[in-house]
């Protein structure tokens, strides 16, 4: 898992979603969750990739890894 991924874009975008102020403690729990949700998606879009016997991922395999997640 990325551990230097950077806390801003994170606050920027949960600003923009509304928020008027972000604790810190805050910012790094969603980095950990979305680090833990991307995680996920590239295991599957892995996955898939492998089943089409290639070992690049392409956008087709995360949008695939996506489709089962969404409602």
Same mark, same amino acid.
Request: glycine share 2%; proline share 4%; hydrophobic share 45%.
């Given at each position: ?15 923009? *979603?509304? +928020? ?6 805050? #910012? &790094? ?9 991307? %995680? ?6 892995? *996955?898939? +990739? ?6 690049? #991922? &392409? ?9 089962? %997640?969404?409602?």
């Amino acid at each position: 898992m990325v551990k230097d991924f950077p806390l801003t874009p994170l606050e920027r975008v949960m600003r923009k *979603a509304g +928020a008027e102020r972000v604790s810190g403690p805050a #910012i &790094k729990e969603m980095k950990n969750i979305m680090l833990e949700i991307a %995680d996920k998606i590239s295991m599957n879009a892995m *996955a898939a +990739a492998k089943h089409a016997k290639r070992v690049t #991922i &392409k956008r087709e395999d995360i949008v695939l890894a996506t489709r089962s %997640d969404r409602s």
